[in-house]
């Protein structure tokens, strides 16, 4: 180690500060734009709503290249099993392959709804287990035909 160097230490942070956890997202953000074409990811949001209400559910979503990834899903717990999820999806699936993508992806655990995408056709690709309570993490995937 050269005279100009320190020892480096590495920490856990329970509580860290917002500066080092913003450098680490700035940097790791413009390695991407340099590498990665993270400029050309574009945001998806699609709510469901009756007029002049507040959302009864939504997705947020995002595409990159020709590719389309579910962040979020989430319907108002009393309009859930109402067709309300599956029109939410349909029509992300739609705005994707207007977009060009040919695949969308999400991540979903097991007291969420994995059997709901498997019966809207996504394909569970990784199953990851070791959650508490035995939870299970899903990733699933749909080709847009």
Not at 41 to 61: K, N, Q
């Amino acid at each position: 180690m050269s005279e100009s160097q320190s020892e480096v230490r590495v920490e856990v942070a329970q509580q860290p500060d917002r500066a080092d956890v913003e450098r680490i997202d700035q940097g790791i953000e413009s390695y991407i734009l340099e590498h990665g074409g993270l400029d050309a990811v574009r945001p998806m949001y699609l709510f469901a709503r009756e007029a002049g209400r507040a959302a009864l559910g939504g997705i947020i979503a995002r595409s990159w290249g020709t590719c389309c990834e579910v962040q979020i899903l989430w319907v108002e717990p009393d309009r859930r099993r109402t067709g309300l999820g599956r029109e939410l999806m349909a029509r992300a699936e739609r705005e994707a392959k207007a977009r060009g993508c040919e695949l969308v992806y999400l991540d979903t655990f097991t007291f969420q709804a994995p059997d709901f995408y498997r019966r809207l056709g996504y394909s569970e690709d990784l199953a990851i287990a070791g959650f508490p309570g035995g939870v299970v993490k899903y990733h699933f995937s749909k080709r847009l035909t």
